[in-house]
């Protein structure tokens, strides 16, 4: 059992910057790879980013350039930080592990509740 918690969400004006956190329960986070997806309202919930156990980074095409996924496996904790915010951005970021190196939402076994993310023109 993983329990995941994200912080770092808020109101930001466009241009501005994020680091969004995940903290990870249990012992084993290491031995997961972790994923940050986003779902905006009246859109389905698409992916963002992945990291493996063996911190190969992964990016959805139009995520690339100005987000980062990192994670610190001594603090059980995966980052998301995001640079020059764009409106189009507005949306709940989750994160979510599985022991897999997987990029469909449906295919992630444990999930956080989400950080609201809000960027004003």
């Known amino acids: 059992q993983v329990q995941l918690v994200e912080s770092g969400g808020g109101l930001v004006q466009a241009g501005g910057s994020l680091r969004l956190s995940c903290a990870a329960s249990?012992?084993?986070?290491?031995?997961?790879?972790m994923g940050w997806f986003r779902q905006a309202p009246g859109k389905e919930r698409e992916f963002v980013a992945a990291i493996s156990r063996s911190v190969n980074t992964y990016y959805a095409d139009s995520m690339k350039g100005r987000f980062t996924i990192s994670r610190d496996n001594a603090k059980n904790t995966v980052y998301l930080q995001i640079n020059n915010l764009e409106p189009e951005d507005t949306a709940v970021y989750y994160c979510a592990a599985d022991p897999r190196l997987t990029f469909p939402p449906r295919n992630y076994i444990y999930w956080g509740q989400g950080t609201q993310v809000t960027v004003s023109p």
């Open positions: 249990g012992r084993t986070f290491s031995s997961y790879a």
